[in-house]
């Protein structure tokens, strides 16, 4: 993806005379005073040279010596012209909401508020994102410790007053209490019609754990709000007292279906800031499990849908492959799930003997499989029914609140992160987008379809590649920056050092 051209950048000086444009290796950046921000986010998105109309992300970073003290941060895309921009401002306290230029903006503003404690004038619903209303803290700040703040007196049920107890704190970090998560409930929604239904929190094996407030006329709902937060890790703060070979493990749990493309998108991000070249075969390999990773989410995503809407046998046909590729991904990789597979400068292994055999095999059967799911659903009338104008996405959708991957291609924004910033052995692979033209859940299942096959496309890219560079290096080990194997600590004192 391409930043924003550096004389557009400059031509903005003409609106904005106080911006600051800050050129570095990766990226491009403006900042400008906070009660300029909003003038100069409506500019970016509305004037057509520029044409910034999709939100990507927002966030704050907390600089406890700097004054004023949080850094904000917005991401911006224009599909118009590829480019992508940063814009930065500080704040003590207060920003303005973005909210009535994009929607997505919501929910960040309520994350930032929620962790860093900077409040958002103007958000028409300002409350706690995953925590609970009374929590005294903001958790994101650098002030706050990694193991939270130990105020709640807890005894252990085991205590006796003539015994001490081993080893047992009694004090606890904040837990919330019946009281605190009424006073949750009565803030997150109004009750206006004949009742309010808690549902949830949902359990972990479930396919989500929130909770739902609804508001409820006989069987109707007319209101609803989602209070999330009920497997939040924090990974933000433990990543603070960590090496960055550390945190990869962490990067596994964001999405265990698709934990190596966490992994790439991490490891890439600490290659870019340390200036780390990984090897060409570690590029391929990253590759090549990023696709049957992709394949892999695909089918849980096919199986499982299925199941939801009725049809069991599709659950079973998909886990059966899906069970061939976590045997692949387990034998290259060593760990079905979370296997932190990728390294700073390359990968964790090499390709074990034969590995790129059993995957030439996968490549050669998998097509027939996907040819049994498209006779089995793209024809059946109650699988048309369940999905046709379900859940309908359009462009302004994928603009205002910064969709991403299938839901925006759905929409027919060719939004795919592997073609317009491509990382690895991307540049070299030829793949095409497949794009829908409704954005409806019908859509979204015939681009996964088509997705599949082309990830079969990319593999056997890949497994061609890497047959080639049989005896290349999988981890760029001279790199100061890059740890090195396990079996070189044994033999090496540098090594060890």
Request: with cysteine; proline share 5%; aromatic share 12%.
């Amino acid at each position: 993806m391409l930043w924003i051209n550096p004389q557009k950048a400059e031509g903005l000086k003409s609106a904005f005379p106080s911006l600051k444009i800050s050129h570095q290796k990766n990226s491009l950046s403006v900042e400008i005073d906070k009660d300029k921000v909003l003038e100069l986010l409506k500019y970016l998105k509305e004037n057509p040279e520029y044409s910034f109309k999709m939100f990507i992300d927002f966030t704050l970073v907390d600089y406890p010596l700097h004054n004023p003290r949080f850094q904000a941060v917005y991401i911006l895309y224009s599909p118009d012209y590829n480019e992508r921009i940063i814009v930065k401002t500080w704040t003590d306290e207060t920003l303005p909401s973005i909210t009535t230029l994009w929607k997505g903006a919501k929910w960040a503003e309520r994350e930032a508020y929620d962790m860093f404690g900077v409040r958002f004038e103007g958000h028409e619903n300002l409350v706690r994102m995953f925590l609970w209303e009374t929590y005294p803290y903001f958790p994101l700040r650098k002030d706050f410790p990694k193991e939270g703040i130990k105020d709640t007196y807890l005894p252990s049920l085991n205590e006796r007053d003539n015994i001490p107890s081993h080893d047992y704190d009694p004090y606890h970090t904040a837990i919330p209490t019946l009281e605190d998560l009424e006073i949750t409930e009565r803030k997150r929604i109004n009750k206006k019609n004949q009742i309010v239904l808690n549902w949830g929190p949902l359990h972990p094996g479930t396919h989500g754990t929130i909770w739902f407030l609804f508001d409820l006329e006989g069987e109707t709902i007319k209101d609803c709000d989602i209070i999330l937060g009920q497997l939040h890790r924090g990974i933000e703060k433990l990543a603070e007292d960590l090496t960055y070979t550390q945190i990869i493990p962490y990067t596994d749990r964001m999405d265990y279906i698709s934990a190596l493309c966490s992994n790439i998108a991490y490891v890439n991000a600490v290659e870019k800031l340390l200036g780390v070249e990984p090897t060409e075969k570690a590029k391929w390999i990253r590759t090549m499990m990023a696709e049957l990773q992709r394949i892999n989410s695909h089918l849980l995503w096919l199986g499982t849908t299925a199941l939801d809407l009725g049809a069991l046998t599709m659950f079973l046909y998909t886990f059966r492959e899906r069970e061939k590729l976590m045997d692949i991904i387990e034998g290259i990789a060593g760990i079905r799930l979370n296997s932190s597979f990728l390294r700073i400068g390359g990968v964790r292994y090499d390709l074990p003997e034969g590995s790129l055999d059993v995957i030439k095999h996968f490549i050669k059967d998998f097509p027939s499989r996907i040819k049994d799911y498209e006779d089995m659903l793209t024809k059946n009338r109650i699988w048309i029914r369940r999905n046709k104008d379900v859940g309908v996405v359009t462009k302004e959708d994928v603009y205002q609140y910064g969709l991403t991957g299938i839901m925006a291609r759905s929409a027919g924004v060719p939004y795919d992160i592997r073609y317009i910033q491509p990382t690895d052995a991307y540049p070299e692979v030829d793949f095409e987008i497949p794009l829908g033209t409704v954005g409806d859940a019908y859509d979204r299942y015939l681009l996964r379809m088509e997705e599949m096959k082309q990830s079969l496309n990319i593999i056997a890219q890949c497994v061609k590649k890497l047959e080639e560079l049989k005896n290349d290096k999988h981890l760029a080990t001279e790199n100061p920056y890059v740890l090195p194997t396990l079996q070189e600590t044994y033999f090496s004192i540098e090594a060890m050092v």
